[in-house]
């Protein structure tokens, strides 16, 4: 079966993955999303690679960016910004070079591995909640500001299988500035916000968590909400069909916000007890998923977010930011990013690399974990994948130790 | 390029040939006739007093994809670092994983080192198979397949809801084959995984389905019937209802009558060959079992033996993974929906000799194995990683094959489990041929794969020479040479070159016309396009480490 030669393109800029959009909305620049309006509106000019910020032939770079490698005894490939087949070769260049791994969300993967690895969870994807869903749980986040078409593709959809999408309850738990508008059913019923403190969320949810387990809680009130809306939302969550609570890693800064998820997650398993609930972790960018899972079926778990300063040489990948240019670092650093990639300074090496779903094919994983879809180039390009890249660095190592 | 065998003990049960010393010949990785006198012959091995079979196939085992990568991120304890010889090196990092739960590189490594030449993948959520063939396209080594999971999948329940006629049912199975790049199907728990987002916690197989109003016994009748009328060869893979459940051994009977004699494949059937006797509420039926397959010729199994000692169990069958994460040791779990397709969990196990329960899987799986007349009926299977990794088989082809050693380990067992099996009158050892018919002919006739398991002329010379031992589990651990494709590539139980292999996929015929009908379900529902649920061959080729192979029959 081959593919059929579809105008659909599958859009990379954030966890969710839409995969209907149209070339024709790209050409037009008409996209309803702004981070899909960005990443689609990223230039791809033909840029030399740079030795030290002299142009150079991609030869010369190669050589140059091996002996840099060469001459590190701990390297550090970070940023990481990529698709599965980048991140098979960021793993196979990190074997050749004994250098570590991490991602620009480390700190937020790390948040939700720490739970999955010390209780483990239950979570649903999105066809699941799209057609099931009838009371939807945000803590802490409003999602739209990691996902924003999440409510127009998943929540307000036309139909569903075995619920009525419009009449969805949807609560959020966080603080008043939360971006509550996309909550609003269409309708314009307005969605239900527990608002307390960011720092409140770990207290009001363990609240919750004893309400749903017929626990006592002795306090007339948590952080300023009262005991009764928790008690209120605790049946409504007891009550539902399929009650999904969603949370974004990213959202949750506390110090112990593995904690909080891993309430939530005990939350979702004392639900299940009697009724049908499932956790829903969302956001994700920059392939971080798909580096994630990568990692572990081809070298194990990725260790927790290493040091800078413990390592001696810097190779950065930045496919899906551009913008985020390789932290400060004094030893030398070998970017291989896309051609618009902003540097504050010339690198030691800069190999241009086509961004996959932007001008290269790729694959990338959906924030949910179970999807994992093929992305298609939108413009044509004279820029080599990082897969080529990383295979020519590893022959050239491979020559040099020869 | 030619390669000699010559003074072979051949063992090829698919050619009725048992010990008979000859020579072979490899051309082009194929098994030829002796090549003319004028013929250069590149290289020769005299094995002289060997035992050569083809290489082993494991019909069924857990090796990639969304539940078993979820078990390596739910496991990181089992991590631990290894220093690694050439050319293994080359290709592995440092990190290498506890056996139940290894890197897709320690897979391919470990089974070749084996002899093992192919592994099948068994339960292929079809919206996940794109994960599940990057994972096996990153198995080097060893050839590759998957059985897709359907039958808990909405578009299906709806089809059998709306009394779908059989043609329409057949037609998107084989689209579903075509999609998903699998060699058969699988149903789990039938209609359970569904049943179970609609809060139902058990499902049997003459009950209504909640929601569609449909029994596990339909579904097994439309599945089993589509993949008879599509000429796929392997027979629909079925994990029966009530999983690890005491008296479940019923159901398992009566599933085997469920197809009308269309022929169905029950697989790891100790887990479903459990009575409800003694104090403890909790025996053997392994007799039964094995007395039903016997009589009914249509039915195959394989056995997914528990061997004592830490695991993980990675199942698509949520409904009773959600009961068994009660007795997950470590104590965490995952437990997924998964985008009205199915479903997973994943709960890690530690099986102990002295626990009851433990200790009568351990013989109820023995008992089916000896209990079953005819080796070209049941598989050796651990269900890896699920009754015990696949790194146990050597040890498991001894128990079967050394009797005083059987009773050696059934001595040591809890005692209360102990008075509870009849394992020590079954006297039967296996021989070397009956372990070749198991693990080599069986499984490439049961899944289609004609040039595989065995030694005939035109044969995919993938090869496995070993030096027979007393020990078995010595002699099947570490073989003396394997050929992939008729490259040497194991010498002495070691890995001397890195392969890739390939993966072996079915296409039967059928109407596109279900597209239209899927395009607009996929439309109204699904939160990806029809389009990008299908896998092509030029994706699993990406990054040059796989190809397929296509068994298009009909």
Same mark, same amino acid.
């Given at each position: 079966?081959?593919?059929?030669?579809?105008?659909?393109?599958?859009?990379?800029?954030?966890?969710?993955?839409?995969?209907?959009?149209?070339?024709?909305?790209?050409?037009?620049?008409?996209?309803?999303?702004?981070?899909?309006?960005?990443?689609?509106?990223?230039?791809?000019?033909?840029?030399?690679?740079?030795?030290?910020?002299?142009?150079?032939?991609?030869?010369?770079?190669?050589?140059?960016?091996?002996?840099?490698?060469?001459?590190?005894?701990?390297?550090?490939?970070?940023?990481?910004?990529?698709?599965?087949?980048?991140?098979?070769?960021?793993?196979?260049?990190?074997?050749?070079?004994?250098?570590?791994?991490?991602?620009?969300?480390?700190?937020?993967?790390?948040?939700?591995?720490?739970?999955?690895?010390?209780?483990?969870?239950?979570?649903?994807?999105?066809?699941?909640?799209?057609?099931?869903?009838?009371?939807?749980?945000?803590?802490?986040?409003?999602?739209?500001?990691?996902?924003?078409?999440?409510?127009?593709?998943?929540?307000?959809?036309?139909?569903?299988?075995?619920?009525?999408?419009?009449?969805?309850?949807?609560?959020?738990?966080?603080?008043?500035?939360?971006?509550?508008?996309?909550?609003?059913?269409?309708?314009?019923?307005?969605?239900?916000?527990?608002?307390?403190?960011?720092?409140?969320?770990?207290?009001?949810?363990?609240?919750?968590?004893?309400?749903?387990?017929?626990?006592?809680?002795?306090?007339?009130?948590?952080?300023?909400?009262?005991?009764?809306?928790?008690?209120?939302?605790?049946?409504?969550?007891?009550?539902?069909?399929?009650?999904?609570?969603?949370?974004?890693?990213?959202?949750?800064?506390?110090?112990?916000?593995?904690?909080?998820?891993?309430?939530?997650?005990?939350? #979702?398993?004392?639900?299940?007890?009697?009724?049908?609930?499932?956790?829903?972790?969302?956001?994700?960018?920059?392939?971080?998923?798909?580096?994630?899972?990568?990692?572990?079926?081809?070298?194990?778990?990725?260790?927790?977010?290493?040091?800078?300063?413990?390592?001696?040489?810097?190779?950065? #990948?930045?496919?899906?930011?551009?913008?985020?240019?390789?932290?400060?670092?004094?030893?030398?650093?070998?970017?291989?990013?896309?051609?618009?990639?902003?540097?504050?300074?010339?690198?030691?090496?800069?190999?241009?690399?086509?961004?996959?779903?932007?001008?290269?094919?790729?694959?990338?994983?959906?924030?949910?974990?179970?999807?994992?879809?093929?992305?298609?180039? #939108?413009?044509?390009?004279?820029?080599?994948?990082?897969?080529?890249?990383?295979?020519?660095?590893?022959?050239?190592?491979?020559? #040099?130790?020869? | 390029?030619?390669?000699?065998?010559?003074?072979?003990?051949?063992?090829?049960?698919?050619?009725?040939?048992?010990?008979?010393?000859?020579?072979?010949?490899?051309?082009?990785?194929?098994?030829?006739?002796? %090549?003319?006198?004028?013929?250069?012959?590149?290289?020769? *091995?005299?094995?002289?007093?060997?035992?050569?079979?083809?290489?082993?196939?494991?019909?069924?085992?857990?090796?990639?994809?969304?539940?078993?990568?979820?078990?390596?991120?739910?496991? %990181?304890?089992?991590?631990?670092?290894?220093?690694?010889?050439?050319?293994?090196?080359?290709?592995?990092?440092?990190?290498?994983?506890?056996?139940?739960?290894?890197?897709?590189?320690?897979?391919?490594?470990?089974?070749?080192?084996?002899?093992?030449?192919?592994?099948?993948?068994?339960?292929?959520?079809?919206?996940?198979?794109?994960?599940?063939?990057?994972?096996?396209?990153?198995?080097?080594?060893?050839?590759?397949?998957?059985?897709?999971?359907?039958?808990?999948?909405?578009?299906?329940?709806?089809?059998?809801?709306?009394? /779908?006629?059989?043609?329409?049912?057949?037609?998107?199975?084989?689209?579903?084959?075509?999609?998903?790049?699998?060699?058969?199907?699988?149903?789990?728990?039938?209609?359970?995984?569904?049943?179970?987002?609609?809060?139902?916690?058990?499902?049997?197989?003459?009950?209504?389905?909640?929601?569609?109003?449909?029994?596990?016994?339909?579904?097994?009748? /439309?599945?089993?019937?589509?993949?008879?009328?599509?000429?796929?060869?392997?027979?629909?893979?079925?994990?029966?209802?009530?999983?690890?459940?005491?008296?479940?051994?019923?159901?398992?009977?009566?599933?085997?009558?469920?197809?009308?004699?269309?022929?169905?494949?029950?697989?790891?059937?100790? *887990?479903?060959?459990?009575?409800?006797?003694?104090?403890?509420?909790?025996?053997?039926? /392994?007799?039964?079992?094995?007395?039903?397959?016997?009589?009914?010729?249509?039915?195959?199994?394989?056995?997914?033996?528990?061997?004592?000692?830490?695991?993980?169990?990675?199942?698509?069958?949520?409904?009773?993974?959600?009961?068994?994460?009660?007795?997950?040791? %470590?104590?965490?779990?995952?437990?997924?929906?998964?985008?009205?397709?199915?479903?997973?969990?994943?709960?890690?196990?530690?099986?102990?000799?002295?626990?009851?329960?433990?200790?009568?899987?351990?013989?109820?799986?023995?008992?089916?194995?000896?209990?079953?007349?005819?080796?070209?009926?049941? *598989?050796?299977?651990?269900?890896?990683?699920?009754?015990?990794?696949?790194?146990?088989?050597?040890?498991?082809?001894?128990?079967?094959?050394?009797?005083?050693?059987?009773?050696?380990?059934?001595?040591?067992?809890?005692?209360?489990?102990?008075?509870?099996?009849?394992?020590?009158?079954?006297?039967?050892?296996?021989?070397?041929?009956?372990?070749?018919?198991?693990?080599?002919?069986? %499984?490439?006739?049961?899944?289609?794969?004609?040039?595989?398991?065995?030694?005939?002329?035109?044969?995919?010379?993938?090869?496995?020479?070993?030096?027979?031992?007393?020990?078995?589990?010595?002699?099947?651990?570490?073989?003396?040479?394997?050929?992939?494709?008729?490259?040497?590539?194991?010498?002495?139980?070691?890995?001397?070159?890195?392969?890739?292999?390939?993966?072996?996929?079915?296409?039967?015929?059928?109407?596109?016309?279900?597209?239209?009908?899927?395009?607009?379900?996929?439309?109204?529902?699904?939160?990806?396009?029809?389009?990008? *649920?299908?896998?092509?061959?030029?994706?699993?080729?990406?990054?040059?480490?796989?190809?397929?192979?296509?068994?298009?029959?009909?």
């Amino acid at each position: 079966m081959t593919t059929p030669s579809s105008t659909l393109h599958t859009c990379p800029a954030c966890g969710l993955l839409c995969d209907d959009i149209a070339a024709s909305a790209i050409t037009s620049q008409t996209l309803s999303c702004e981070r899909a309006a960005r990443f689609y509106a990223r230039p791809v000019p033909a840029t030399p690679p740079q030795v030290c910020g002299q142009a150079v032939s991609l030869t010369a770079a190669i050589d140059a960016a091996a002996r840099l490698l060469q001459q590190a005894h701990a390297p550090l490939i970070a940023g990481c910004s990529t698709d599965v087949h980048g991140a098979r070769a960021l793993v196979s260049l990190a074997r050749h070079t004994h250098a570590t791994v991490t991602h620009l969300n480390a700190a937020s993967t790390l948040r939700n591995m720490q739970v999955l690895q010390h209780r483990g969870w239950q979570t649903t994807t999105l066809t699941e909640v799209r057609n099931r869903c009838d009371v939807l749980l945000l803590v802490g986040t409003d999602v739209v500001s990691h996902n924003p078409r999440f409510f127009e593709r998943v929540i307000w959809v036309d139909e569903a299988m075995f619920t009525a999408p419009q009449v969805r309850q949807i609560i959020y738990i966080g603080p008043q500035h939360l971006n509550t508008q996309p909550g609003t059913a269409p309708d314009g019923r307005a969605p239900h916000h527990v608002v307390c403190e960011a720092s409140a969320i770990p207290a009001v949810v363990s609240a919750l968590r004893a309400f749903i387990l017929e626990r006592p809680v002795t306090q007339p009130e948590v952080a300023g909400v009262p005991l009764e809306t928790l008690q209120a939302l605790a049946q409504t969550l007891k009550a539902a069909h399929y009650a999904t609570l969603a949370w974004v890693a990213k959202d949750l800064h506390d110090v112990h916000a593995d904690l909080t998820i891993e309430t939530l997650c005990e939350t #979702v398993a004392a639900l299940n007890q009697q009724s049908r609930a499932m956790g829903l972790p969302l956001g994700g960018s920059d392939g971080d998923t798909s580096v994630n899972y990568a990692h572990t079926w081809l070298q194990g778990v990725i260790p927790q977010a290493p040091e800078l300063a413990n390592h001696d040489a810097l190779v950065w #990948v930045n496919s899906f930011s551009p913008q985020q240019s390789p932290p400060l670092f004094d030893g030398p650093t070998l970017v291989l990013g896309p051609a618009d990639a902003v540097l504050s300074s010339p690198p030691a090496v800069f190999i241009p690399i086509a961004t996959p779903g932007l001008d290269s094919a790729g694959q990338q994983f959906r924030v949910d974990g179970s999807v994992t879809l093929p992305l298609s180039a #939108v413009t044509a390009t004279a820029q080599p994948t990082l897969s080529e890249i990383v295979a020519r660095l590893v022959s050239a190592l491979e020559g #040099v130790r020869a | 390029m030619i390669t000699v065998l010559k003074n072979a003990r051949v063992i090829d049960p698919a050619h009725g040939v048992n010990g008979e010393v000859r020579t072979l010949y490899i051309r082009d990785g194929r098994l030829v006739n002796a %090549p003319a006198d004028s013929e250069k012959i590149d290289h020769i *091995f005299d094995l002289q007093g060997k035992i050569v079979m083809a290489g082993a196939i494991d019909m069924h085992s857990h090796i990639g994809g969304g539940k078993v990568n979820l078990a390596r991120m739910l496991l %990181p304890e089992y991590q631990e670092m290894r220093r690694l010889q050439e050319p293994e090196a080359h290709i592995c990092g440092p990190n290498c994983s506890h056996p139940a739960t290894p890197s897709t590189t320690d897979t391919g490594m470990r089974y070749i080192e084996m002899g093992y030449t192919a592994a099948f993948e068994p339960a292929i959520l079809a919206v996940n198979a794109r994960q599940a063939h990057l994972e096996m396209g990153d198995t080097p080594m060893i050839d590759k397949g998957g059985y897709a999971m359907l039958g808990n999948d909405d578009y299906f329940l709806r089809l059998l809801s709306q009394q /779908a006629d059989q043609k329409t049912i057949n037609d998107y199975v084989a689209w579903v084959l075509h999609a998903t790049q699998t060699i058969g199907i699988k149903v789990v728990n039938p209609g359970g995984i569904s049943a179970f987002k609609f809060n139902q916690r058990r499902q049997d197989l003459d009950q209504m389905h909640s929601f569609y109003q449909v029994t596990p016994r339909r579904i097994l009748q /439309a599945l089993s019937r589509a993949v008879h009328d599509l000429g796929i060869a392997k027979p629909l893979h079925v994990h029966c209802n009530n999983l690890g459940v005491a008296g479940n051994f019923q159901t398992t009977l009566d599933t085997m009558g469920a197809s009308d004699g269309i022929p169905m494949h029950l697989t790891h059937i100790q *887990f479903h060959s459990y009575g409800t006797e003694g104090d403890k509420k909790f025996s053997s039926a /392994a007799a039964q079992i094995a007395e039903a397959i016997n009589r009914q010729a249509h039915i195959t199994a394989d056995v997914g033996q528990i061997l004592f000692g830490q695991t993980v169990t990675a199942s698509g069958d949520n409904m009773m993974q959600h009961l068994n994460a009660k007795v997950a040791n %470590p104590k965490k779990s995952v437990i997924m929906d998964i985008e009205c397709d199915a479903g997973c969990g994943v709960v890690p196990f530690k099986y102990r000799d002295q626990n009851y329960v433990n200790a009568l899987q351990w013989a109820i799986g023995l008992e089916v194995f000896l209990s079953v007349e005819d080796p070209w009926r049941v *598989f050796l299977t651990t269900d890896h990683p699920n009754g015990a990794p696949f790194t146990s088989y050597p040890h498991l082809i001894r128990l079967l094959m050394d009797r005083t050693f059987r009773n050696e380990m059934f001595d040591k067992l809890n005692l209360d489990a102990q008075a509870m099996s009849n394992l020590k009158s079954l006297t039967r050892e296996y021989s070397l041929y009956e372990i070749a018919i198991m693990t080599r002919a069986a %499984p490439a006739k049961l899944i289609g794969l004609r040039d595989r398991g065995h030694l005939g002329i035109g044969a995919a010379a993938d090869i496995t020479v070993y030096t027979e031992q007393d020990d078995k589990e010595a002699m099947f651990a570490k073989p003396d040479l394997v050929f992939k494709d008729g490259q040497l590539v194991v010498r002495d139980g070691e890995v001397i070159k890195v392969v890739w292999g390939a993966t072996h996929t079915v296409k039967p015929a059928f109407d596109w016309g279900i597209e239209r009908d899927l395009k607009q379900y996929f439309d109204r529902f699904h939160t990806l396009q029809m389009a990008n *649920f299908k896998i092509a061959n030029d994706q699993i080729a990406e990054d040059g480490r796989n190809h397929v192979i296509n068994h298009t029959q009909g």
